[in-house]
């Protein structure tokens, strides 16, 4: 995993220093982090970053926008005709609460985004998260929760949902 993350780390360090009308540089940057071509009509525009990339699935017509990140050890499916807002944060991996656990192992669980959904600028999506068909997230939202098909959602309210004792 770490050989992986490292060369998809040069790669997609390659690929935000194109200049921007390389079109064909970018495409083949994309076809090697993800282990093969994109659909024709998919746009990735860079800046653009993930951690592993074998694990992101992109449908016909998504749209994704400038300075994302994809953390994709989890798994990220993009629908049909997603969009995807500037500066947004799909990140499908997490560590274990406890301190001491936090080092030890990752955990994974995958991210959906279903056709026709938008996802406004600065969005964050995590693990185990499903954006439903033609759902909209606001702007700056942060999405811990499956979102229905058809809503819009938004919201960035934190508070303390557990606590627990670390002896």
């Known amino acids: 995993m770490a050989e992986r993350i490292a060369h ?4 997609t360090s390659r690929l935000n220093v194109l200049p921007f009308d390389d079109e064909a540089g970018r495409a083949a940057l994309l076809a090697e982090i993800v282990g093969g071509p994109l659909p024709a009509s998919v746009t990735v525009h860079p800046p653009f970053h993930t951690d592993f990339g074998l694990r992101i699935d992109f449908a016909e017509h998504v749209f994704v926008n400038q300075e994302c990140t994809f953390y994709d050890q989890g798994g990220i499916r993009l629908g049909e005709g997603v969009l995807i807002g500037p500066k947004t944060n799909l990140i499908s991996s997490d560590h274990p609460l406890p301190v001491a656990d936090r080092r030890a192992y990752i955990t994974r669980a995958p991210i959906t985004i279903e056709a026709g959904a938008w ?5 964050t999506v995590l693990p185990g998260v499903t954006i439903g068909r033609g759902a909209v997230v606001g702007a700056g939202s942060v999405v811990t929760k499956d979102v229905p098909a058809n809503t819009l959602v938004t919201g960035t309210a934190a508070f303390v949902r557990k606590r627990w004792d670390d002896d």
């Open 8 to 11: 998809v780390t040069a790669l």
């Open 119 to 123: 996802l406004g600028a600065a969005v």
